[in-house]
């Protein structure tokens, strides 16, 4: 019904008048997997109407009759960072006349009850976790930076996370080695194994149960929306950095020293120490040079 709405209005025009029914469409399509739920980014939830009009911890975020409101601006790009946060491709002309028009026409409330998004059941401990479930983690707390739309300009080491693709693409180098946590950057920063923690701007970090979450994913293969494991990144660079904890093995993460690695120093258990390597096609790591930090 929802999505009947949405595409009703967009093909009556900017001129036509509209209600929250269709506004509401659009927001479901492409806010709310940010703004739901008790993490919505400043607090702003815009998975009903009521949400919608108690704004953020900023204050309103729309005001009847006000083509300036803030939530106009950041949809238009006239204020950073531009939203949708995980844009381009962002909100098209139609679609942002579509709520232009519902906040010049007063806001009117529309025939359908506001109902809070379905939220998707979170995972237990022990059950198969998919990208859906950790997506809006990285959506909520990590693409402010790690997009195109970066608030940094360009998101930092070309690592981008608002997609499954980019997620396994990493960036100057590997982010999620599946199977592997202790070996993924992305585990590691965010649980502050690797430096700076993640995300930048906190404290506070993700809870200890997206941290869970995330680990679970990478743990069972990273598996997309189906359940089908990511394949192995054979040939991907991996730098890691931590304390040494065995003879070949740094914070847990294990990799393989051979004839061919390069050893600099006598490193000794409990030291920093630093590893680059590379993967290969069993998914283990072998370690081209290996030396303290």
Do not use: Y
Not at 3 to 11: G, R, S, T, Y
Not at 18 to 44: K, M, N, T, W, Y
Request: charge should be negative; aromatic fraction near 4%.
């Amino acid at each position: 019904m929802r999505a009947a709405a949405l595409a009703a209005a967009v093909m009556a025009g900017p001129g036509a008048a509209q209600d929250f029914d269709a506004v509401g469409a659009l927001f479901a399509e492409r806010c709310v997997i940010c703004h739901s739920g008790e993490d919505a980014p400043l607090g702003l939830r815009l998975d009903t109407l009521d949400g919608v009009l108690a704004g953020s911890e900023n204050g309103p975020v729309v005001r009847a009759g006000d083509a300036a409101s803030p939530l106009l601006q950041r949809l238009r790009g006239e204020a950073e960072p531009q939203m949708p946060l995980d844009g381009p491709p962002f909100l098209d002309p139609e679609q942002i006349a579509l709520v232009e028009g519902w906040v010049m026409a007063g806001m009117p409330a529309g025939s359908l009850a506001p109902a809070p998004a379905a939220e998707r059941r979170r995972p237990a401990p022990g059950e198969p976790v998919l990208w859906p479930d950790v997506q809006p983690i990285l959506l909520k707390a990590c693409i402010k930076c790690h997009s195109d739309n970066s608030k940094l300009g360009a998101p930092p080491e070309g690592l981008r996370l608002d997609s499954l693709a980019h997620v396994l693409a990493g960036g100057d180098r590997l982010a999620v080695l599946p199977g592997n946590p202790e070996m993924s950057e992305l585990w590691r920063r965010i649980t502050g194994l690797a430096t700076p923690r993640m995300p930048f701007d906190g404290p506070p970090w993700l809870p200890e149960d997206d941290i869970r979450l995330i680990r679970d994913w990478i743990a069972q293969g990273a598996p997309d929306d189906a359940g089908r494991p990511a394949p192995i990144p054979e040939g991907a660079r991996i730098r890691l950095r931590g304390v040494l904890t065995g003879a070949a093995e740094i914070d847990g993460a294990a990799f393989v020293i051979d004839g061919g690695t390069r050893v600099d120093d006598r490193t000794r258990i409990g030291d920093q120490a630093e590893m680059r390597g590379v993967v290969q096609a069993d998914g283990t790591v072998r370690a081209e040079r290996f030396r303290d930090r």
